[in-house]
């Protein structure tokens, strides 16, 4: 039992175990901005994810400034939810900000080819203009 990351139109996925999606969220995390990686850590607190959600606390700080708050949602969501959707334009600011990072050779999700796995089904998302779903 697991969560599975796909795209409908995509032929990739990934299927990964509970600890596994929870390491490639921190990885995503820390690659995107420090403080969202301190969150992170203490987002398994119901309290605390209904605050970010309902905007008592602002992560913008954390995201380019042309980010919306509605990003910063889904961004939330990615790592607070056991199942959800990204939008392509989420997944392509998410790629962006890995890609930039150099997550692939230095992230410690997984092996690299999990990593480029990944990378690859944001894109496929970016190019096909349609969310990533995990559940």
Request: negative net charge.
């Amino acid at each position: 039992m697991g969560v599975m990351i796909f795209a409908r139109t995509s032929d990739r996925d990934l299927n990964l175990a509970f600890y596994e999606f929870n390491q490639l969220r921190s990885d995503v995390m820390c690659f995107i901005g420090p403080e969202f990686a301190e969150r992170y850590n203490k987002i398994l607190t119901d309290q605390l994810v209904t605050s970010l959600m309902n905007g008592q606390y602002t992560l913008r700080e954390t995201i380019p400034k042309t980010h919306d708050g509605n990003i910063c949602r889904e961004i939330i969501g990615f790592i607070s939810e056991t199942d959800g959707k990204l939008s392509a334009h989420t997944c392509e600011i998410i790629c962006e900000l890995l890609l930039r990072g150099q997550w692939i050779e230095h992230g410690k999700f997984n092996t690299k080819d999990d990593r480029n796995e990944f990378i690859q089904l944001l894109k496929d998302c970016v190019e096909n203009h349609e969310h990533m779903l995990w559940c």
